[in-house]
């Protein structure tokens, strides 16, 4: 090749290149401040006003983006608003929980076009399972007035490891029928779309970076709190997967040496003492040794597994064994957070999951204890706080996942 020909080849790779970098970042700049005219997003972005006008005009050709509104300067043309455009992409996120499946339609905005949640048993079978996909995407492309065609991919949060070479669900330890099951083949194979998984946790903590308490901070943690427990962390703006995806296990970090024995084989983690299941199990306990206890009384019957719900109720009741067994779920929980902090130094820490809904006992005593347990030098550059994004957050996260490589 002569020099003339590479110098011209290397310019327009170089150019494309930077052009591609420059439509990412103003679409970035619309995503997270909003509206603003062309003359706004020149000053935001530090572009000359025609490069802002040439990338403008291209997303306007790729429906990417759209005129809001119009306004009046007095002299020559009025000056247009510009908004991203919610039809260019929408994506449907599914959370696989142990206990529910929880789904969303979410558009190129961030808007959420629908939502729909259904209670499973654990340990579902999964052909059940692929069964009761099936039916949250139905009802969801029914809320939202859709079809199939008008969605672009689907992201899948799953409890558990996901294998970071073919995207596929490996190992759940707190549900061992979904271990090695191809999740991400069939649900491409029935839906003929890109199909994209990873942990729960961690795409709740995507969730929270890019719509919720998170997105304003740079190094944070999250912790999921449920059927498990896990954690996901932001770092210098980049969420942290590890070597092969797999961190963010702090629900397996050893806290009561001899402890109980946990699903991951070893005793005294965090999740064998208060992880929703380790909870039931120790207030079935309490329901078998007291009978006519409260918490027998609200869950019905003595033989039956308790849930969060009913421990929780019982112990607003005045049952003081289920109010200990909360009031110390939250002190084992709280070590892991206050050790995650020593560790990672976080601006922001956002407690999340369905385990502390309407939970109020458990997340006073989190609260309460990670400020005890945290060297005070460190507790206060973090920020403690709890996730708005509700039960939603890791089907969010999952719907997330499709939608940012159009930013990135």
């Given at each position: 090749m002569h020099i003339k020909d590479a110098k011209s080849k290397y310019s327009k790779s170089d150019q494309s290149f930077l052009r591609d970098f420059n439509t990412k970042k103003l679409l970035n700049i619309l995503r997270e401040r909003g509206p603003m005219s062309r003359v706004e997003l020149a000053e935001v972005s530090n572009l000359d006003k025609k490069t802002v006008t040439n990338i403008v005009n291209d997303m306007f050709a790729n429906n990417q983006v759209r005129?809001?509104?119009?306004?009046?300067?007095?002299?020559?043309?009025?000056?247009?608003?510009?908004?991203?455009?919610?039809?260019?992409?929408?994506?449907?996120?599914?959370?696989?929980?142990?206990?529910?499946?929880?789904?969303?339609?979410?558009?190129?905005?961030?808007?959420?076009?629908?939502?729909?949640?259904?209670?499973?048993?654990?340990?579902?079978?999964?052909?059940?399972?692929?069964?009761?996909?099936?039916?949250i995407i139905s009802q969801l492309l029914k809320k939202a007035e859709l079809s199939i065609d008008d969605i672009s991919e689907i992201g899948v949060a799953f409890q558990g490891h996901i294998d970071v070479e073919t995207g596929e669900a490996i190992l759940s330890e707190n549900v061992p029928n979904w271990n090695s099951v191809m999740f991400r083949t069939a649900l491409k194979e029935k839906y003929k779309k890109e199909i994209l998984m990873d942990d729960c946790s961690r795409l709740m903590t995507l969730a929270e970076l890019w719509h919720g308490e998170g997105r304003y901070s740079d190094n944070f943690i999250v912790f999921d709190l449920g059927l498990g427990i896990g954690c996901g962390m932001v770092i210098n703006g980049q969420i942290y997967a590890g070597s092969k995806g797999k961190s963010g296990e702090v629900g397996h970090t050893i806290v009561k040496v001899d402890g109980p024995e946990c699903t991951c084989g070893r005793r005294g983690c965090i999740e064998s003492l208060a992880s929703g299941w380790a909870l039931?199990?120790?207030?079935?306990?309490?329901?078998?040794?007291?009978?006519?206890?409260?918490?027998?009384?609200?869950?019905?019957?003595?033989?039956?597994?308790?849930?969060?719900?009913?421990?929780?109720?019982?112990?607003?009741?005045?049952?003081?064994?289920?109010?200990?067994?909360?009031?110390?779920?939250?002190?084992c929980i709280a070590i892991g957070i206050a050790n995650s902090i020593s560790l990672i130094n976080p601006s922001k820490v956002i407690i999340g999951g369905r385990l502390i809904k309407d939970n109020n006992i458990l997340l006073e005593s989190i609260i309460e204890n990670v400020k005890l347990q945290t060297i005070p030098e460190l507790y206060k550059d973090s920020i403690i706080t709890t996730s708005k994004l509700g039960s939603t957050a890791s089907a969010i996260g999952a719907a997330t996942l499709c939608l940012k490589k159009h930013y990135e």
């Open positions: 005129v809001l509104a119009t306004e009046s300067t007095g002299l020559g043309r009025p000056k247009e608003i510009l908004s991203l455009n919610g039809e260019f992409s929408r994506c449907i996120g599914i959370d696989l929980g142990g206990t529910h499946i929880t789904g969303v339609i979410i558009d190129f905005t961030g808007n959420i076009l629908a939502s729909h949640s259904i209670d499973i048993h654990n340990n579902v079978e999964t052909d059940i399972l692929i069964q009761l996909c099936d039916l039931s199990k120790q207030a079935k306990m309490l329901a078998e040794k007291y009978p006519n206890g409260l918490l027998a009384e609200v869950t019905k019957n003595a033989y039956e597994t308790p849930s969060t719900k009913d421990i929780v109720l019982a112990a607003e009741l005045g049952d003081k064994e289920c109010y200990d067994l909360l009031v110390n779920a939250g002190k």
